[in-house]
């Protein structure tokens, strides 16, 4: 018999998870998301991309503003499973021991390092060379549960938050699928996290989005391709936030105090670091414009940046 399975998900990240699961032999009788967000400048109600993708297939959709309070309809639905991936609430035990299969979660790290809702922005921020997906049974608690399978990922230089999703997202879509007809056949035994390895990944706080030019070269680098192409890093300049899109690596040495322009070529302009080194800025937004490739800016501004002038 089909085996009848819940999806519950919300962003991007999860669409390739539940496509997955529709072209699979199981049958999504229904699909949880969050509730439909005010999104853009004017604010237009937007519903998420996984009630855009459940509608697409005629799947049913529910969206409880809190799924503690509300979930008695969702469980008439009779699953087999309850699978997740980055749904954006903590499941009571009602829901996760409702299932004759139980409930996993489809998670963009290497558990039990980076628990919960940024993994991907906290991978590449802290500079780590590799990443993964975990599958693993729902607990209570944030990403705590038992693990069922893993899958390693290297991450590249040039990676950013939104390759790096990308990659996460069809790697976490396949290991399921492979994990599934185990999981179903009993033939999986979970390993407990050892909690003493935790780390978190809790939500970028604004704060955390700002630069900090006393770091060295390679945090500052990590840091801004860590936050790309969102919430996306910013600095201060002459009173203004600017958006640093993008950056590089320069091989600029420099001893002056961090912060400080040390140079502006063609392509963009050269901040000194906390170790001596500096950072190029190759796409920036100055509050109130338009986002845009630094030597088009230079071009219409060529006086804004001042070799000598400070910023953060």
Same mark, same amino acid.
Not at 25 to 45: C, F, I, S, W
Not at 92 to 120: C, D, M, T
Not at 124 to 133: D, V
Not at 254 to 262: F, L, R
């Given at each position: 018999?089909?085996?009848?399975?819940?999806?519950?998900?919300?962003?991007?990240?999860?669409?390739?998870?539940?496509?997955?699961?529709?072209?699979?032999?199981?049958?999504?009788?229904?699909?949880?998301?969050?509730?439909?967000?005010?999104?853009?400048?004017?604010?237009?109600?937007?519903?998420?991309?996984?009630?855009?993708?459940? !509608?697409?297939?005629?799947?049913?959709?529910?969206?409880?503003?809190?799924?503690? =309070?509300?979930? %008695?309809?969702?469980? /008439? +639905? #009779?699953?087999?499973?309850?699978?997740?991936?980055?749904?954006?609430?903590?499941?009571?035990?009602?829901?996760?021991?409702?299932?004759?299969?139980?409930?996993?979660?489809?998670?963009?790290?290497?558990?039990?390092?980076?628990?919960?809702?940024?993994?991907?922005?906290?991978?590449?921020?802290?500079?780590?060379?590799?990443?993964?997906?975990?599958?693993?049974?729902?607990?209570?608690?944030?990403?705590?549960?038992?693990?069922?399978?893993?899958?390693?990922?290297?991450?590249?230089?040039?990676?950013?938050?939104?390759?790096?999703?990308?990659?996460?997202?069809?790697?976490?879509?396949?290991?399921?699928?492979?994990? !599934?007809?185990?999981?179903?056949?009993?033939?999986?035994?979970?390993?407990?996290? =050892?909690?003493? %390895?935790?780390?978190? /990944? +809790? #939500?970028?706080?604004?704060?955390?989005?700002?630069?900090?030019?006393?770091?060295?070269?390679?945090?500052?680098?990590?840091?801004?391709?860590?936050?790309?192409?969102?919430?996306?890093?910013?600095?201060?300049?002459?009173?203004?936030?600017?958006?640093?899109?993008?950056?590089?690596?320069?091989?600029?040495?420099?001893?002056?105090?961090?912060?400080?322009?040390?140079?502006?070529?063609?392509?963009?302009?050269?901040?000194?670091?906390?170790?001596?080194?500096?950072?190029?800025?190759?796409?920036?937004?100055?509050?109130?414009?338009?986002?845009?490739?630094?030597?088009?800016?230079?071009?219409?501004?060529?006086?804004?940046?001042?070799?000598?002038?400070?910023?953060?």
């Amino acid at each position: 018999m089909t085996k009848r399975i819940i999806f519950m998900g919300t962003p991007d990240f999860s669409v390739p998870v539940l496509q997955a699961l529709i072209d699979s032999e199981y049958e999504v009788v229904a699909a949880v998301t969050q509730p439909d967000r005010p999104k853009g400048r004017k604010k237009v109600l937007t519903p998420p991309p996984v009630k855009e993708k459940a !509608l697409e297939y005629n799947i049913p959709v529910h969206q409880p503003e809190k799924i503690r =309070n509300n979930y %008695e309809d969702i469980l /008439a +639905y #009779n699953p087999d499973l309850i699978v997740t991936a980055a749904y954006g609430q903590i499941l009571p035990k009602g829901i996760l021991e409702h299932p004759e299969f139980g409930s996993v979660n489809v998670h963009a790290s290497l558990l039990p390092e980076l628990r919960g809702g940024a993994p991907i922005h906290y991978a590449i921020i802290q500079g780590k060379k590799e990443t993964g997906i975990t599958i693993m049974y729902m607990a209570e608690a944030l990403d705590a549960g038992d693990i069922i399978s893993q899958r390693s990922l290297p991450i590249e230089e040039n990676d950013h938050v939104g390759t790096l999703h990308d990659k996460l997202s069809g790697l976490g879509a396949n290991l399921l699928m492979e994990t !599934l007809p185990k999981l179903f056949s009993k033939e999986i035994t979970p390993l407990p996290q =050892n909690d003493n %390895e935790a780390t978190f /990944a +809790y #939500n970028i706080k604004r704060d955390e989005e700002q630069i900090d030019w006393n770091k060295p070269q390679e945090q500052i680098y990590n840091h801004i391709r860590g936050l790309h192409p969102w919430p996306v890093a910013y600095t201060s300049y002459q009173g203004k936030n600017i958006k640093v899109w993008w950056a590089e690596k320069s091989h600029h040495k420099s001893e002056k105090s961090p912060g400080t322009i040390i140079d502006i070529d063609d392509e963009g302009v050269v901040i000194a670091t906390g170790d001596g080194k500096a950072i190029k800025i190759i796409e920036l937004q100055i509050a109130g414009k338009k986002r845009m490739k630094t030597e088009d800016f230079l071009k219409g501004s060529n006086d804004y940046f001042q070799i000598g002038n400070q910023l953060g």
